[in-house]
């Protein structure tokens, strides 16, 4: 069975810090995917991946990194966490053929404090 | 930026009926995508349509897509307390890159 591990389930961290999310999927995936999910704003994109070593920008990019060093593995870096980036984040990948939907983690629940 | 609403945002239903959740989006896609999140845990795709078809089906599940209207409808017939769940549309337009647009999701909450 395909899987995409999110590597913590719930992270608390302090403000300024800088913290890192870790996406890992099993399925040779090109694209990975990384959200974040707030009471009533839905599923929001802030970056991807469409590549090793390549990146693009989705709609909330500002405050976050990412990094794709290898296929696996997509991680999203906080440079400093501020407490408006308290949320839920969800990575996904996806083949780019064959197959019809995403698959997702299971989410990483962050609290800035 | 999301590309539609859900509506409604919110539905309660007894078991056995069956539930209709709409989406609309903003722009011409590729395809249209129905996704389910139980509670505060990962997302779980559902059915897809793309943009030439009108009505898919999958088990208790009837999708139908009217691009004029940019609008999609998603009906899951005799609901069991194990649909209880938030389910969202999402969309993929046509510039590459397969990426999902979300909307802000319907909860949908089946009574025993």
């Known amino acids: 069975d395909v899987k995409v591990t999110q590597s913590s389930r719930y992270l608390v961290k302090r403000t300024g810090e800088k913290v890192f999310l870790e996406c890992v999927q099993d399925m040779d995936h090109e694209n990975m995917f990384w959200y974040r999910q707030d009471p009533g704003l839905g599923l929001r994109l802030i970056y991807f991946s469409y590549d090793v070593k390549m990146k693009e920008k989705g709609d909330i990019p500002e405050g976050y990194s990412v990094s794709r060093e290898k296929k696996e593995r997509f991680s999203l870096i906080l440079e400093s966490a501020s407490t408006n980036q308290t949320s839920m984040y969800l990575c996904?990948?996806?083949?780019?053929?064959?197959?019809?939907?995403?698959?997702f983690g299971s989410g990483t629940r962050l609290t800035v404090v | 930026s999301q590309q539609g609403e859900e509506d409604p945002q919110a539905l309660s239903i007894q078991e056995g009926e069956n539930a209709t959740m709409n989406c609309s989006y903003k722009?011409?896609?590729?395809?249209l995508q129905w996704y389910r999140q139980n509670s505060g845990r990962g997302l779980v795709h559902l059915i897809l349509i793309r943009s030439n078809e009108r009505e898919k089906h999958s088990g208790r599940l009837r999708v139908t897509l009217d691009t004029s209207k940019k609008s999609s409808s998603l009906l899951i017939t005799a609901s069991r307390a194990a649909d209880t769940a938030s389910y969202f549309c999402a969309t993929v337009g046509g510039g590459g890159y397969n990426k999902l647009i979300f909307g802000a999701g319907t909860r949908l909450a089946v009574h025993p």
């Open positions: 996904a990948s996806y083949p780019g053929q064959r197959v019809d939907g995403y698959t």
């Open positions: 722009t011409s896609i590729n395809n």
